[in-house]
């Protein structure tokens, strides 16, 4: 079965004190779009069709070499922006309460140095790529499309999308100011239920 573009849980203007609607729009309508199509494309007359996504990142090595890239690229791309649009919402911002709360604040201190450690992976991270809290509370910054599957480890928590499609429009080329508008729209119920999950 091929795979579809999820609908957002809000309008593409819904977060627009930290990304604006024309962001959002063309982000998930064109450029998750695009993820989505061609990952169908490369996948098309291989029998991989009915595999789960998380299955076929998980396991690049098993594809045939000839769509491995193409997988890794746009599958990476369908799963993490798929995760993305969860892990905002128009009520988002502020701080994790409960178990999420006490478990980063054992790791960092305080809620304040971890985002202050995540923003620098985030603003640090060379190119394009994702910037990902694990289950295990670690941080973990990797290029283009690639996501923690990739590496045999478990769904991240949270992640964030630093490519300059993302920002640029609004940021220009300050991915800085990016980053500190993001946390204002961060979903931390979906992400603590991710981790009581994980748990
Ligand atoms: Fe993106």
Do not use: C
């Not at 729009?25 to 998750?32: G, I, M």
């Not at 809290?133 to 690639?146: E, F, K, R």
């Amino acid at each position: 079965m091929a795979f579809t573009l999820p609908t957002l849980g809000y309008g593409y203007d819904a977060l627009s004190r930290s990304i604006s609607q024309d962001i959002m729009q063309l982000h998930h309508s064109k450029h998750h779009q695009a993820y989505v199509d061609k990952l169908n494309t490369a996948l098309e007359g291989n029998g991989r069709a009915d595999d789960s996504l998380t299955d076929l990142l998980g396991k690049l090595e098993d594809l045939p070499e000839d769509i491995r890239t193409a997988v890794r690229n746009n599958g990476g791309g369908h799963y993490n922006h798929s995760l993305f649009w969860q892990w905002m919402s128009p009520s988002g911002g502020g701080e994790p309460t409960g178990d999420l709360s006490a478990a980063l604040g054992e790791k960092y201190g305080d809620f304040q140095s971890f985002v202050d450690e995540f923003s620098a992976q985030a603003t640090g991270l060379f190119g394009s790529g994702w910037v990902w809290l694990q289950p295990d509370l670690s941080l973990l910054a990797l290029p283009n499309q690639d996501n923690p599957l990739m590496q045999g480890l478990d769904a991240p928590l949270l992640g964030l999308d630093v490519w300059e499609h993302a920002y640029y429009l609004d940021y220009k080329n300050v991915r800085a100011d990016y980053i500190k508008a993001w946390w204002d729209v961060v979903d931390w119920q979906a992400v603590a239920e991710r981790y009581q999950h994980a748990s």
